[in-house]
Structures are given as C-alpha cells and as structure tokens.
Nanobody, 126 residues
Framework: QVQLVESGGGLVQAGGSLRLSCAAS????????MGWFRQAPGKEREFVAA????????DYADSVKGRFTISRDNAKNTVYLQMNSLKPEDTARYSC???????????????????WGPGTQVTVSS
C-alpha cells in the first residue's frame, strides 16, 4: 500500500508562485512514476505534469508548460510541483499520483496512476 499526502496549496494572487509537495510512503519510491493532476469545480480531472523514476524525464500539459516545474527527491520520497506565473484558471484541487508498477512507461502522462493523494487546494485570485 502506498500513501500520498500533498501540501503547499493556498490562496495566491495572479502572477504569484506556489510550491506543492507530495510525500510518499514506501521504500521503493525511486521506482515510482509520479504525476500531478488537478480538478476544478464542475470540470473533469486533467493531467498537469509527470516525472520519470530518476527525474530525468518530464512531461507537461500545454497549459502549464513554461510555468510549472515538476521535480523529485528520491532520498526524501517527495515529488514537487513549482508553480510560477499563476493564473486564475489554475485554480483547482491538485493531487499527486503514483504508478508503482514494474514496467517501463514511455508516455509519462499515460502511466497507470493507481495511487492518489487527497489533494491540496490552490486558489488564484485575479
């Protein structure tokens, strides 16, 4: 069983920055593919970013490319999402997810994310 807990959300003005963290349980975190997703009220959950096991490969939704950065610290079992130049349309509940399978994932955003955290709210005011 893998547990994920997000932190770092909050209220920020447009143009501001936030850094989300996701702490994971398990002794094999370095083998997990990790992703960030978000869901705004009345909308479907959407992919935001994903990162490979070693951190060398990343993938971003077009809507956040150039503004958000995903990274991981395998020694701390933590994945991060640095969000800069935030816009009101970034307002959503952000959740991290883990693919703990053993197989190779070429398309990071299509990983089998089968463990999810409860999420953290990000609100961007105009």
């Amino acid at each position: 069983q893998v547990q994920l807990v997000e932190s770092g959300g909050g209220l920020v003005q447009a143009g501001g920055s936030l850094r989300l963290s996701c702490a994971a349980s398990g002794r094999t975190f370095r083998n997990y593919y990790m992703g960030w997703f978000r869901q705004a009220p009345g909308k479907e959950r959407e992919f935001v970013a994903a990162i490979g096991r070693g951190g060398g490969r990343t993938d971003y939704a077009d809507s956040v490319k150039g503004r958000f950065t995903i990274s991981r610290d395998n020694a701390k079992n933590t994945v991060y999402l640095q969000m800069n130049s935030l816009k009101p349309e970034d307002t959503a509940r952000y959740s991290c997810a883990a693919d703990v399978g053993a197989g190779w994932v070429g398309n990071l955003r299509a990983a089998e994310f089968n463990y999810w955290g409860p999420g953290t709210q990000v609100t961007v005011s105009s």
